[in-house]
């Protein structure tokens, strides 16, 4: 109160006093100055709130009259930014009746290389797997953390990577070539063929495990492999029947070659012995009438009813003949052919053929 007493005496000097007022009615008038001022501190104090801030780990308590979050605040010249964490919404309104706590968490830059991009950003979270959540960064099951794991407290400037970790089955189709069978005909030509049945490729489905990281394929398992359908083998005959063109542009089929020596005959009596009207003239061993074509073999070397076909060294040929006769002086690798002219036979002499067997 003597301050108080003081702060009235510069106001009002006594000389003052005396003139206007009476001792009564001074007493009256500085009693309402006190109980006035009194009131006044009164109500100040009953406004007064106190405010607890926690700044990253750092207290500050205050008293203030201010109503808001945000004003407190800034009235002792705390900035919060937009990535920090606080507590209270700025807007938020003191209480009065209890104690007001503000607890502020400010955020740190950290480095993420994810999705083949490195991001920059801050955070106020504890460990990374907040801080992922925080960013709205997805870690699947299967992606792998390199530099840093998911409980590791946050550090400034910390960094890390996101390996996008990725595991699909992939089949793919491979044709199974065919087989080519071949068999021998032995009714067609040598050096020909005859599909007799078409091949069809097969077809082969494998499937592969692959795992890739960020896009790019690491590993590959077979885990099957079938043939989901057989091919067809191809099946073709091959001729075995040897052949050859004449000079007459024929073709002689044959199934063997003899290196022979040949004679000459006709139905003479100088040949056979026999004249026109004797019994058995021009008729050959196997009864077949005797003429150009029908040739005299040893049957051990070329059954008789054979086809064949004779070509005369040097000569021209003799043709296609029958093996029909035989003869006493025919034996081996001999053979006796017949013409219808004695001349011919005598200028004949032995010749060196070639005996094609040709094929039924």
Known sequence: MIPLAKNIKRYFSLKNIKAYFSVKELVMVVLAIVISVSAGVGVF???KKEV?????????????????????????????????????????????????????????????????QQ???????????????????????????????????????MSFKIVRVKEEVQTEQIAVPFKVLTKENNHLDKGTEKIVKEGKEGVRERSFKVLFEDGKEVARELIN???????????????????????????????????MRATAYTSSYKDTGKNPGDYGFGITYTGMKAKKGVIAVDPKVIPLGSRVFVEVVGRDDYGFAVAGDIGGAIKGDLIDLYFDDQKTVDNWGCKRVKVYLLVD
């Open 225 to 259: 492999d079938t043939v989901v359908l057989k091919p067809i083998d191809r099946l073709i005959e091959i001729g075995t029947v040897m052949n050859f063109k004449t000079s007459r542009g024929e073709t002689v089929r044959y199934r063997k070659v003899l290196n």
């Open 119 to 157: 991001k920059r950003f801050m955070t106020y979270r504890d460990n990374v797997r907040d801080a992922l959540n925080g960013a709205s960064i997805v870690l699947n099951s299967s992606d792998r953390l390199e530099g840093a794991t998911l409980d590791e407290k946050i550090v400034k400037d």
């Open 52 to 116: 607890v801030i926690d700044d990253n780990g750092h207290q500050l308590v205050v008293k203030t009259m201010k109503t808001t979050v945000g004003e407190v605040l800034a009235q002792n010249g705390i900035k919060v930014e937009p990535y920090d964490y606080i507590s209270l919404n700025p807007d938020a309104k003191l209480q009065k009746i209890r104690k007001n706590e503000i607890h502020i968490k400010r955020a740190v830059p950290i480095n993420v290389y994810v999705d083949g």
């Open 45 to 47: 104090v009953s406004l």
